[in-house]
């Protein structure tokens, strides 16, 4: 019995590492088109920044290291060109036939900018801007797009020294719908000397370096010529178990949608941690088992020239495309005890009035924003309400919280609003 995997990152070697582990007789053999795997993209902003010395760091196994750890082959530089589900063969871009049983497509996302622009989305873009920005530091440097990958990459040129401008088409920062986020997140870069420029549709500024950073759509054009369908999403869309309308393949990480659960709807938020995690479930049903992949309430955090900012579930404008009924709040408190070199931090609240489920939620800070933003998302996935989350008993002691931590300060604001 043969798995093929389609995707030598995140996604496809979770899937692989679990179904070997799990199926000791299963042949698993990885393919992947790039010449390296199992690398961190998410370091890549802290790689040009200098706190990650070497690219190197970044990769946790190569091809001969995974096969030691984990007797699961890999080949690099072999790209699957075709899939024929009806003999279960894949064809490579040299012409090899390969035989699968059972199969993962991994193939997760593609950077959407012009031909011949400089992107941060393979390790081997991080690797080409590192060696480009040693050998030309640039005086001034433009980042294009400000998702969570250009206000990071923004953060860490200017971080070196460099004059760095992020420009946006759009009047707001990180696609959200937030005027009130945008401004304090302006502030703190503009703070740190990075030009934001906002509702931008002319010619991006002069400079010696342009990086795109804007935006991603899944990689799915291998899948979609195989008869694998599609969500509205536009990503391959899944059943719990991973599995797509193929019987026997499974897709997982960028390149496949997930169940949103709080709007109970279909989702494309391409993230590392929940391609590991989907990856980890396909492996398995792969290999015979019956898991299921819950879906994600979207939590993310990225750090943006110092500032802590991090969300999970809806905002109140998704809410209420969603159909719901919000209300929100967003509060000022500190992170710490006042007295105790307490930091600002802002935390925003999502609810809904008919029922008080809890929605959403937002927090800034300089510390504890991951430890709030994952209490809302445990909150968020029990599906509890606004209520629930200020009878809950958190931790207090002044170096690390106020004696009334910022979350609970912020749901006793929002039941006087439900
Ligand atoms: C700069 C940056 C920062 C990030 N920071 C974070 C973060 O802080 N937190 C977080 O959760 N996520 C972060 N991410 C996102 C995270 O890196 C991705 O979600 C994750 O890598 C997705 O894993 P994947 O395995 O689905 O896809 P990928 O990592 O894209 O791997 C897919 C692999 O499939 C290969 N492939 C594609 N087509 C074929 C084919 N036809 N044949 C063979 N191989 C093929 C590709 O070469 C690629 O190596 C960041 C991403 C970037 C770029």
């Known amino acids: 019995m043969r798995l093929v995997v389609i995707g030598g990152v995140a996604a496809g070697l979770s899937a692989a590492a679990r179904a070997k582990r799990l199926d000791a007789s299963l042949e698993v053999l990885v393919l992947e088109k790039g010449d390296q795997i199992s690398y961190s993209a998410c370091g890549l902003p802290y790689l ?3 706190q990650v010395r070497d690219w190197r760091q970044l990769v946790g196994f190569t091809a001969d290291e995974f096969l030691g750890a984990k007797n699961v082959s890999v080949r690099t530089s072999t790209e699957v060109a075709a899939i024929a589900h009806s003999r279960r063969e894949l064809t490579t871009h040299s012409g090899e036939k390969l035989h699968y049983d059972k199969l993962v497509v991994a193939t997760g996302a593609r950077a959407r900018c012009p031909e011949q622009c400089m992107p941060l989305h393979t390790l081997a873009d991080g690797v080409r801007l590192w060696e480009h920005l040693r050998q030309t530091p640039p005086a001034r440097a433009v980042v294009l797009g400000a998702g969570y990958i250009g206000i990071e990459l923004a953060g860490a040129l200017r971080a070196r020294g460099w004059g760095v401008t992020l420009v946006d088409r759009s009047e707001h920062l990180l696609q959200r719908d937030d005027t009130e986020l945008t401004a304090t997140l302006r502030r703190v870069m503009e703070r740190h000397g990075v030009r934001v420029l906002l509702a931008h549709n002319g010619p991006p500024p002069e400079a010696e370096l342009t990086v795109h950073a804007t935006g991603l759509q899944p990689n799915v054009t291998l899948a979609e010529g195989a008869g694998i369908e599609l969500g509205r999403t536009g990503a391959i869309r899944v059943t719990e178990r991973m599995e797509t309308n193929l019987a026997g393949v499974f897709a997982a990480g960028d390149c496949a949608e997930t169940l949103h659960r709080v709007t109970g709807s279909p989702t494309w938020i391409p993230l590392g941690t929940t391609a590991n995690k989907m990856g980890r479930v ?35 404008a998704q809410a209420r495309q969603a159909g719901f ?9 500190r992170d710490r005890a006042a007295y105790f070199r307490g930091r600002p931090v802002t935390v925003e609240l999502v609810a809904d009035c008919e029922t008080g489920r809890l929605l959403g939620g937002s927090v800034l800070g300089e510390y504890g924003v991951e430890g709030r933003i994952n209490v809302l998302a445990t909150a968020l996935q029990a599906r509890m309400t606004v209520e629930d989350l200020l009878g809950l008993d958190l931790a207090y002691a002044p170096p690390y919280a106020p004696v009334m931590d910022a979350l609970l300060v912020a749901a006793q604001q929002l039941v006087k609003e439900l």
């Open 325 to 333: 009924r919000p209300a929100a709040v967003r509060i000022q408190s």
């Open 282 to 316: 396909a492996g398995a049903n792969a290999a015979g088992r019956r898991e299921r992949f819950p879906g994600v309430t979207g939590t993310s955090i990225l750090r943006a020239c110092g500032l802590g900012v991090a969300f999970t579930g809806v905002s109140q």
């Open 48 to 50: 040009l920044e200098g």
